[in-house]
């Protein structure tokens, strides 16, 4: 992890995440998520603020995508006549993403990976 919740709260100016221990859980994909683009464990000086601060960013992002049901793919609900719709979230989840890394990261290392 590149944050705690400390900084979270303080410094990137969260409030979607309330508990330490939930910002530990996803900061830890997070910074999984963070590592797997740039490619490299190494953080130079320079970005090291702007690192932590893409990493609050995707904690939020998880934070929606969770509370939203997007990461089962669901677009909307209705217990009327019990109706479901699935739809192509995949594509919005990486361009969320895509978004918060040319946000935050000054010079995005790998935007055009496989997963995004």
């Known amino acids: ?11 990137y100016g969260g409030g979607k995440i309330t508990s330490e221990a939930e910002y530990n859980r996803l900061a830890t994909m997070a910074s999984a998520f963070i590592l797997q683009e740039m490619m490299t464990p190494d953080i130079p ?7 932590k601060m893409c990493e609050c960013a995707v904690c939020d992002w998880l934070v929606d995508e969770e509370t939203a049901g997007y990461i ?10 019990l109706s479901v719709s ?3 979230v995949k594509a919005e989840r ?12 000054l010079y995005p290392y790998n935007l055009i990976s496989g997963w995004i």
Request: net charge negative.
């Open 86 to 88: 699935y739809g192509n």
């Open 45 to 51: 000086d320079a970005m090291t603020d702007r690192v």
């Open 72 to 81: 089962a793919g669901i677009t909307s609900a209705n217990n009327d006549g």
């Open 94 to 105: 990486k361009a969320a993403f895509r978004d918060i890394l040319g946000r935050w990261l």
């Open 1 to 11: 992890m590149y944050a705690d919740f400390e900084y979270y709260v303080n410094t």
